[in-house]
């Protein structure tokens, strides 16, 4: 009886591998399959992308006015680069504007986006809801040379803004508020905030709907007040989000060019510089295009850097917490 079984399992047995061999197989050329289909965006990437950051890492070592023939000088640009104090003013401006970028709209977009999924939504209904969430995210979308243009003429000295303080009797407060070094920056600071609380409005608000009302209810039921339910269950859920977030506006806050190229040409003096705009000041209105090339390297690399640490970060939080549970 044994024996009958055996001899009969083993042509199921042999069949059963052949067959996991072609399904193997078979996901083998699906996969390569769909391998190719990777292939013209690699390639794009690398042209638009890879060769033109190694391009400007040679230029970077060489002098050269953007005509001509470069001339090789080694580390010289990059060991002026760190003696450079406009530079490092720059580079302090871009930090101090990460706050205005990242911390603060984060902060301000995920209250927002609690209480227009929650209060708002609940009693005034979903459309009302939506509607305040477009009005939020309205400056992303506007282009930045307009707004820029519209925010340069209302805090003109005569503009609308100083206008209006006289008019209700704080005339003393009326400034050049982009012209004067001690106000330029903070009020870049201001209209950097306002240009971006929508994005992670929204990001917040789509990342709410991922949450299962039942756990808030169950929480409530045990005794946690809201607050604690906003720490304990919310946050935690939306974590990702809140990283992408943090990640993607860090970037941006380092790279941010058109804003500061509108309103204030990283002056009065260097009081709004920044790494990308003084880059492009030695490119194009000083023809030091080796010396731009540079400071363009070293701001790559930092935000490669950068991602590079938030995603380990992410990871090790994520290996964490999955432990936990």
Not at 128 to 144: A, E, M, W
Not at 183 to 189: D, E, G, K, Q
Not at 300 to 313: G, K, R
């Amino acid at each position: 009886m044994t024996r009958k079984i055996t001899s009969a399992g083993q042509p199921f047995a042999a069949s059963h591998a052949k067959t996991s061999r072609k399904r193997l197989q078979n996901k083998s050329t699906l996969n390569s399959g769909y391998g190719i289909f990777l292939i013209p965006g690699i390639v794009m990437f690398t042209i638009i992308i890879i060769l033109p950051f190694l391009m400007n890492i040679g230029v970077s070592f060489t002098k050269w006015q953007g005509i001509g023939t470069p001339v090789w000088i080694g580390l010289t640009n990059y060991q002026k680069l760190m003696r450079d104090t406009t530079f490092w003013a720059s580079f302090k401006n871009n930090l101090i504007l990460i706050i205005a970028i990242t911390i603060i709209p984060t902060i301000i977009g995920l209250l927002l986006s609690t209480v227009l999924f929650g209060y708002v939504a609940d009693r005034f209904g979903k459309p009302v809801s939506n509607f305040f969430r477009g009005g939020f995210y309205l400056p992303q979308i506007l282009p930045v040379a307009i707004a820029g243009v519209i925010w340069g003429w209302l805090l003109q000295p005569d503009g609308t803004f100083n206008w209006f303080l006289r008019s209700i009797g704080l005339g003393f407060l009326a400034h050049n508020w982009l012209g004067d070094a001690a106000t330029a920056l903070p009020t870049v600071m201001v209209i950097m905030i306002w240009f971006q609380i929508g994005y992670p409005l929204v990001i917040f608000m789509s990342a709410l709907q991922r949450i299962d009302p039942e756990l808030l209810e169950a929480a409530a039921l045990d005794g946690a007040s809201g607050l604690q339910g906003f720490f304990y269950i919310t946050l935690q859920i939306i974590r990702p989000e809140i990283f992408v977030v943090i990640l993607t506006t860090t970037i941006y806050a380092l790279k941010i060019f058109g804003q500061i190229f509108v309103l204030t040409r990283g002056g009065p003096g260097t009081a709004t510089m920044v790494p990308s705009y003084f880059a492009y000041q030695n490119f194009f209105e000083k023809s030091n295009v080796g010396y731009g090339a540079a400071i363009s390297t070293i701001m790559t690399l930092i935000i490669l850097v950068v991602t590079v640490l938030f995603i380990n970060f992410q990871t090790r939080q994520g290996r964490s917490l999955g432990e936990n549970l």
